[in-house]
């Protein structure tokens, strides 16, 4: 039996030390959609099955084999969001924000797929996307990229690989399909049970296959891009030239499709070889049939999630520094008296200095064991204040930490004493904006 007093497999918590890495990087990323127009939509993480079975596709990993499915108390069955797209087309339709108009869209949060639990997989994990509405040209396919591009960026990742395909239109996936299914027939027999299986249902699965043996076959596999019409290798050709006008570097893989059935063009993928197995940190496409087979009008659209897990081990395997959440300033006293001035000089910092970490040490105790907290802080800077500091209306400052700002002066050992006015103008410089 599970032990109860275990958080469930697959769901993590996270500690403090960590989330201060996830807050900067959702900040940034807010940043990154801004900057191009995108406004947040916050979605539930409770669905009714339904809408993922007719979005994501019956026969795809996600609906078959992923799903945290339950009927509820009136017996309705509903789905933990393995994605967000689907609740953004949905959220979208019910409020009238799709139909004749342009939209740009954002969303974060945990997604949930039953799938086995490894370094970079999880049950519970995180993604942040984003959607953008009713605008048919490669602009928005490269908007959406470039917006993927500046937000990877500005993380500190780079040695990425973007991996480029189109699944064409509607005409050219149904020939495609037809040369696809006559190549998988001649080779059924080195074929995994999922791709046998989906051959025939679903055969564009298969080139998703994570089997070597079947991933073997398929590198003879015919190409999508010999069978475009005009209109896919234009569009296509947009995507691409909007690129290189960009400088954003690609690879075009015609074996390249996604997970999820909605797409119907430009699909892409950021892979990196750093993190094993869990290789793909970013992931969309085109999807301009989704939003009519969810009952609204024909409405072009694009998008693009990232798994936040997966960039924050990226940060990690790079060697990016991230926030850890450490304190800027450890206030320490030195007796009663000292202690009330202290709680309102520190009160009168974080009105002074917003975004200040300050942390008021508690407990007394000597100045030797008060510092050995404030290290552990991580505190770029000690305060001080004892009795003669409180006569003087001063404040000693000690810096904790190698390239810790201090005033003037190269020497380090000597104390260095500020006067209560100018303590808050002496420590703003510690908070990075
Ligand atoms: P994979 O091939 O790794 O299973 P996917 O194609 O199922 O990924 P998408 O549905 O496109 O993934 O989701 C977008 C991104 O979300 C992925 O590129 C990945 O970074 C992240 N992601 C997907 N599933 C998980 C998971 N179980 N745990 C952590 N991150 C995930
Ligand atoms: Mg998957």
């Known amino acids: 039996m599970a032990n109860l007093f275990q958080s469930v497999r697959g769901f993590n918590d996270v500690l403090p030390a960590d989330a201060a890495a996830w807050q900067q990087l959702q900040r940034i990323a807010g940043e990154v959609f801004a900057a191009y127009g995108y406004g947040e939509i916050r979605l539930p993480l409770l669905e009714h099955t339904a809408l993922f079975k007719r979005s994501i596709g019956e026969v795809t990993d996600i609906v078959e084999k992923e799903m945290f499915s339950f009927e509820d108390r009136e017996g309705d069955s509903l789905t933990l969001r393995p994605e967000g797209t689907a609740s953004c087309v949905r959220a979208g339709l ?126 003879d596999a015919p190409s999508i891009l010999d069978v475009f019409d005009d209109a896919a290798r234009a569009h296509f050709d947009g995507v691409q030239q909007g690129l290189a006008d960009l400088g954003i570097a690609y690879r075009v893989n015609a074996r390249l499709v996604r997970g999820l059935d909605y797409y119907t063009s430009t699909v892409f993928e950021w892979t990196t070889t750093q993190l094993g197995a869990q290789g793909t940190v970013l992931a969309g496409g085109r999807y301009d049939g989704l939003v009519e087979q969810l009952g609204g009008t024909p409405t072009p659209a694009v998008g693009w999630a990232c798994g936040v897990e997966r960039l924050l081990l990226l940060q990690k395997a790079l060697g990016v520094p991230t926030d850890r959440g450490d304190a800027h300033v450890y206030f320490c006293w030195l007796g009663e008296a000292a202690q009330r001035e202290a709680r309102k000089l520190a009160e009168q910092l974080r009105d002074a200095i917003p975004g200040l970490r300050l942390v008021l040490h508690a407990g007394g105790g000597k100045l030797a064991a008060q510092l050995k907290r404030a290290d552990k802080s991580g505190a770029a800077l000690a305060l001080i204040v004892g009795d003669a500091e409180i006569e003087a209306r001063t404040v000693q400052v000690k810096s904790l930490r190698e390239g810790a700002p201090r005033a003037g002066t190269e020497a380090p050992a000597a104390p260095e004493f500020v006067a209560w006015q100018e303590l808050a103008g002496r420590l703003a410089g510690l908070v990075r904006r």
């Open 94 to 219: 019910e409020h009238g924000l799709l139909h004749n108009q342009q939209q740009r869209l954002w969303y974060a949060g945990p997604m949930f797929r039953h799938e086995r639990p490894q370094a970079g997989r999880y049950r519970q994990f995180h993604q942040l996307g984003l959607e953008c509405y009713g605008i048919a040209g490669a602009d928005a396919d490269v908007e959406a990229i470039a917006v993927a591009a500046r937000l990877l960026k500005r993380l500190g990742l780079s040695g990425l690989t973007l991996e480029l395909n189109s699944l064409g239109g509607a005409d050219t996936r149904a020939r495609y399909r037809a040369a696809l299914i006559g190549f998988l027939q001649k080779h059924e027999a080195a074929l995994d049970a999922d791709s046998k299986r989906r051959m025939h249902s679903n055969p564009l699965r298969v080139l998703d296959s994570k089997s070597p043996e079947t991933q073997k076959v398929l590198a």
